[in-house]
């Protein structure tokens, strides 16, 4: 999604969107402001997904049903905008692991690296903001270990590396080789990140609400599980 100038546009674009629903309820009467008022923040979904199992799309087509928001790389340029540093030296933080000590020390030479922890505050003040504003499906950026459960759906993606790699093999035009590594190193990457950010196993299944073999059935499908578990979970305040 595009036009956001910064944090605060982003954030105050998903306050104007509240608002709107708050006055369509409005317009459907007390029933409807029932629904609404059902949750007093959210209902948002997070979906954490293995390169190669569709995620985006997936979220894609949950919000298009719902006629909500995804957020993805938004939130990385947005950060990147508000605090005046490149997006690709921000992508370096992003669901990536810090490594050894050559990868801290430039931490502290790069000029207008923000620092990781830094890059996490702003990652967890952006996506809290949008969840609690609501009717947002946030793809990543490790959400599903800070925002409050009551409120939302956390989703995890998985297949086997197989049928990943043949995924994104055909998706690219790639050597399945080098598309084999890839995808492992990304695994080993996301796992790292999560682990040192916030200190728990990204295929921890506690920290979901609904683990999905998403190479088992076409992406149309995944989101139908999904949108079924998110109605289930939260009720009047997701819309049919």
């Given at each position: 999604?595009?036009?956001a100038?910064?944090?605060?546009?982003?954030?105050?674009?998903?306050?104007?969107?509240?608002?709107?629903?708050?006055?369509?309820?409005?317009?459907?009467?007390?029933?409807?402001?029932?629904?609404?008022?059902?949750?007093?923040?959210?209902?948002?979904?997070?979906?954490?997904?293995?390169?190669?199992?569709?995620?985006?799309?997936?979220?894609?087509?949950?919000?298009?049903?719902?006629?909500?928001?995804?957020?993805?790389?938004?939130?990385?340029?947005?950060?990147?905008?508000?605090?005046?540093?490149?997006?690709?030296?921000?992508?370096?933080?992003?669901?990536?692991?810090?490594?050894?000590?050559?990868?801290?020390?430039?931490?502290?030479?790069?000029?207008?690296?923000?620092?990781?922890?830094?890059?996490?505050?702003?990652?967890?003040?952006?996506?809290?903001?949008?969840?609690?504003?609501?009717?947002?499906?946030?793809?990543?950026?490790g959400?599903?270990?800070f925002?409050?459960?009551?409120?939302?759906?956390?989703?995890?993606?998985?297949?086997?590396?197989?049928?990943?790699?043949?995924?994104?093999?055909?998706?690219?035009?790639?050597?399945?080789?080098?598309?084999?590594?890839?995808?492992?190193?990304?695994?080993?990457?996301?796992?790292?990140?999560?682990?040192?950010?916030?200190?728990?196993?990204?295929?921890?299944?506690?920290?979901?609400?609904?683990?999905?073999?998403?190479?088992?059935?076409?992406?149309?499908?995944?989101?139908?599980?999904?949108?079924?578990?998110?109605?289930s979970?939260?009720?009047?305040?997701?819309?049919r």
């Open positions: 999604m595009g036009g100038r910064s944090i605060e546009a982003i954030l105050e674009r998903q306050g104007r969107f509240r608002e709107m629903r708050r006055r369509l309820a409005d317009e459907g009467g007390a029933a409807a402001r029932r629904a609404l008022a059902h949750l007093p923040e959210g209902p948002w979904m997070s979906v954490s997904r293995q390169r190669g199992t569709g995620g985006l799309a997936v979220a894609s087509r949950v919000a298009d049903r719902l006629h909500w928001q995804v957020f993805d790389r938004e939130i990385l340029a947005a950060i990147a905008r508000d605090t005046h540093t490149r997006e690709v030296v921000l992508s370096q933080h992003d669901e990536h692991a810090i490594g050894g000590f050559d990868d801290w020390v430039r931490q502290l030479l790069v000029r207008d690296d923000p620092g990781r922890q830094s890059f996490l505050r702003q990652v967890v003040r952006v996506v809290w903001g949008v969840a609690r504003a609501g009717n947002a499906v946030v793809v990543g950026r959400a599903n270990w925002l409050d459960p009551r409120y939302g759906l956390r989703v995890r993606l998985v297949a086997s590396v197989d049928v990943r790699v043949a995924r994104v093999a055909a998706r690219e035009g790639a050597d399945p080789a080098a598309v084999r590594a890839g995808v492992l190193r990304n695994d080993a990457e996301q796992a790292a990140f999560i682990r040192q950010s916030f200190g728990r196993d990204i295929d921890d299944p506690t920290g979901y609400d609904l683990v999905v073999n998403a190479g088992a059935q076409p992406e149309s499908a995944v989101a139908d599980v999904l949108l079924a578990a998110l109605h979970k939260l009720g009047a305040s997701v819309p």
